[in-house]
């Protein structure tokens, strides 16, 4: 079974960023910068407004998620600065910064709380999709999920990363077990891949092989 990412709150996430935006301060970034949660011993809120951002577990370096679209992180490490993940830009990227305190005071004026709690119920849910996709799942089924995931990706991504780096990246799965499963697929014809491992056709998957 395909499973299915939660739904992005787009109308929150909007309205956040923009009250934020006015007040929030540029960061810059190059390909692969880290950044931490504080800023000049203060916790921040990030604005991610274009280009490519991972979250990455900051014990292994496992990456979670990298997003594409306009996102507001930092709020969950605002309330319970456990500092388990960090941020990592993939490309060159438009990114701000804000105190939490002053970013939550602004909330809490505008009446935008409803939405902080949207968004931060959306990350809580994507942890959730993120374990269904990996956790206790034979091998084939964690690499069947991420091909599945690529094949949503955009084309200039897809063409920039390897599927055996994306699957590796995100599960930690051995090279070996990445491999065997992708050239079985392939003489299945079940995938199509260029040289250097680079996705650029996928049919529908077996559900077990």
Known sequence: MHILPPIRPEQSIQLLTALLEPIAEKVKVVPR???????????????????????LRASDGLLI????????????EMIQPVRGHLLRAETESTILRVDAKTAMDTFRQHGAMEDVVSLLSYHTAYLFYRDALVVQQKTYSVI??????????????????????????RTHLSCSSVLNVLSALKNGHYIEFKRGGYLTELNKLPEHF
């Open 65 to 76: 998620v990298t997003v594409y679209d306009p996102h507001l992180f930092g709020i969950a």
């Open 144 to 169: 069947r999920n991420h091909l599945q995931e690529m094949s949503q990706l955009p084309e200039e991504t897809r063409m920039r990363v390897s599927i055996l780096d994306y699957i590796q990246e």
């Open 33 to 55: 910068k880290r950044m931490t949660w504080t800023y000049k011993h203060q916790p921040q809120l990030y604005l991610f407004l274009a280009g490519e951002l991972s979250i």
